[in-house]
T-cell receptor
């Protein structure tokens, strides 16, 4: 059974204070690791897909990296508008995504 | 272009009643998914449609839950004889084949 564990559950940062969010996974035949951002009362918004260890993707202040066992979402110099819940998901041998419970990020001005 | 839309945005129903939730996927997306999100929990997979293939129903929690997709586009999730534990946000997503999934805003279901 595919499993995704995200840590920490919540993270509070000061504006400009860089940090990383962790996603550990076990999956049979990884066919993609996905990062989503979810704002309160809204559906998840797609951020990145990573397919193989060593791959990196960047978008503004966010950079996602992938190893064989985990993925990191690095946030550089965050701003209050980066506050959201960040979800990690994996797709294995079938086309279903298995999601972690998410990391709630709060960035104080 | 237009994203995934869902209706209603909120639904309050009495225990024991049936409800129907609607999803309009992104035009051209062949895959459609339903998930359930409860407070403090991750997204729980419910059902997956891919083109004309038989749907993957492996995530449906009981036989009170069913879904259909008409004409390869609009989908309806039906919950019969609702229970309080069915209260959650129901999310729909669509994708091109097995690509990235794009989510709708969700339907918040409250069973009283």
């Amino acid at each position: 059974e595919d499993q995704v564990t995200q840590s920490p559950e919540a993270l509070r940062l000061q504006e400009g204070e860089s940090s990383s969010l962790n996603c550990s996974y076990t999956v049979s035949g990884l066919r993609g690791l996905f990062w989503y951002r979810q704002d309160p009362g809204k559906g998840p918004e797609f951020l990145f897909t990573l397919y193989s260890a060593g791959e990196e993707k960047e978008k503004e202040r966010l950079k996602a990296t992938l190893t064989k066992k985990e993925s990191f979402l690095h946030i550089t110099a965050p701003k209050p508008e980066d506050s959201a819940t960040y979800l990690c998901a994996v797709r294995g041998a079938n086309s279903k995504l298995t999601f972690g419970k998410g990391i709630t990020l709060s960035v104080r001005p | 272009g237009a994203g995934v839309s869902q209706s209603p945005s909120n639904k309050v129903t009495e225990k024991g009643k049936d409800v129907e939730l609607r999803c309009d996927p992104i035009s051209g997306h062949t895959a459609l998914y339903w998930y359930r999100q409860s407070l403090g929990q991750g997204l729980e997979f419910l059902i997956y449609f891919q083109g004309n293939s038989a749907p993957d129903k492996s995530g449906l929690p009981s036989d009170r839950f069913s879904a259909e997709r008409t004409g390869g586009s609009v989908s309806t999730l039906t919950i019969q004889r609702t229970q309080q534990e069915d209260s959650a946000v129901y999310l729909c997503a669509s994708s091109l084949v097995a690509g990235e999934q794009y989510f709708g805003p969700g339907t918040r279901l409250t069973v009283t």
